[in-house]
Structure formats: structure tokens, C-alpha cells
């Protein structure tokens, strides 16, 4: 069992900065991968960025140079630094946690409940 909480999101002009976080309370479920995804109006859910817990790391083009994704694997907590942000960014953004269940095996994926950002002028 893991609930997911997500901050860090708001408003901000176009060229500004935000740090999405998403600290996951995980009960018997080993975590594997942690990540952030997107969704914008009337678009699928996307990924923007994700990060192993051995630290490799993967993004979309799009925001490659400008969002870092970090995580501290002692808190489970995920971390998404977005700079240079641009109105395109506009979306909910998502935690999501891959892992895997102490008891069963199984593996799952959880996800948060969003967070909005919005980017204008």
C-alpha cells in the first residue's frame, strides 16, 4: 500500500521556476521507479520525467534542459525542479511510483492525486 502526496504547484510567468514534490508513504511495497507525468486539457497522460532508485534517469525532449528530477530514496520522496517554464507547460502534473509488494511480488503502480501548473502572462 502507498499513498502519494504531491506539492509545489501554482501559477507562474512564463521563464519562471516551481519544485513539484511527492513524498510517498509506503506500507510493504518496495518502491523501484518514481516519476512525474502530465496531462493537459483533453491530452493523455504523459511522461515528463522519471528516475530509478540506483539514480538513472529519463525525460521527454521537451523539457530536457530545463526540469531535473531528483529523489531521496531514504524518505521516498520525488522531486521535480522546473525552470525556464513555458505556457506549454501548463498541465496537471502526477506522481507516479512503480514498485513492488513486500508479501506478493506483485508489482504496481500508484499515483498522486495532481497537481496543477499554470503558466502565463
Known amino acids: 500500500q502507498v499513498q502519494l502526496a504531491e506539492s509545489g504547484g501554482g501559477s507562474v510567468q512564463p521563464g519562471g521556476s516551481l519544485r513539484l514534490s511527492c513524498a510517498a508513504a509506503?506500507?510493504?511495497?518496495?518502491?523501484?521507479?518514481m516519476g512525474w507525468y502530465l496531462q493537459a486539457p483533453g491530452n493523455q497522460r504523459e511522461l515528463v520525467a522519471a528516475?530509478?532508485?540506483?539514480?538513472?534517469?529519463n525525460y521527454v525532449d521537451s523539457v530536457k534542459g530545463r526540469f531535473t528530477i531528483s529523489r531521496l530514496n531514504a524518505e521516498n520522496t520525488v522531486y521535480l525542479q522546473m525552470n525556464s517554464l513555458k505556457p506549454e507547460d501548463t498541465a496537471i502534473y502526477y506522481c507516479?511510483?512503480?514498485?513492488?509488494?513486500?508479501?506478493?511480488?506483485?508489482?504496481?503502480?500508484?499515483w498522486g492525486q495532481g497537481t496543477q501548473v499554470a503558466v502565463s502572462s
Open positions: 528516475i530509478t532508485k540506483d539514480g538513472r534517469t
Open positions: 507516479n511510483v512503480d514498485g513492488v509488494s513486500s508479501y506478493t511480488f506483485e508489482t504496481r503502480t500508484y
Open positions: 509506503a506500507r510493504a511495497f518496495i518502491i523501484n521507479t
